[in-house]
């Protein structure tokens, strides 16, 4: 029998949103585009391409990623959220924010614009709250 909870029916809608991405035609545009460019990225090119496409396609105004390593997934948030909204990239691993810095100051700069008056939102959050200012990188 089928569950019509309201919990079942938020599952389907994400389900849902997944699938149309997936099957989008600017989702395989970007794969290839990813694909062919460098990045700095741990994330295969349709990881960042299904990353990109989400942004945008939920229209999200504020993004938190959770392990920045050297920035490259960072980049592709700032991208697809430049001119909307900010991304707040935190990672456990201090000793790589110089080079994250030195990263971002290479970024056009509408993505390094990709800050501002939501950070004290998310300041507020238990888990940004924990993590020592100098292991934060606000893209
Ligand atoms: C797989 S890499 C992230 C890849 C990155 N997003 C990219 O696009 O290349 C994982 C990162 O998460 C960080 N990390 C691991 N545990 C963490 C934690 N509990 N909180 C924040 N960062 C963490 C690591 O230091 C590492 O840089």
Request: hydrophobic share 40%.
């Amino acid at each position: 029998m089928q569950n019509l909870s309201p919990a079942n029916d938020a599952n389907c809608d994400v389900a849902d949103t997944i699938g149309a991405i997936l099957s989008s035609e600017s989702y395989h545009k970007k794969c290839a585009e990813f694909a062919g460019a460098e990045s700095k990225s741990l994330l295969a090119p349709s990881a960042l391409a299904f990353l990109h496409e989400t942004v945008q396609v939920l229209d999200a105004r504020s993004v938190l990623e959770i392990g920045t390593y050297f920035g490259g997934g960072a980049k592709v948030l700032a991208d697809a959220v430049q001119g909307r909204g900010m991304v707040l990239t935190i990672d456990s691993n201090g000793a790589r924010a110089p080079y994250v810095e030195a990263e971002i100051a290479t970024w056009p700069q509408p993505m390094r614009d990709a800050r501002c008056n939501h950070v004290p939102a998310l300041q507020r959050s238990r888990l940004v709250r924990d993590i020592p200012p100098q292991k934060r990188v606000l893209v």
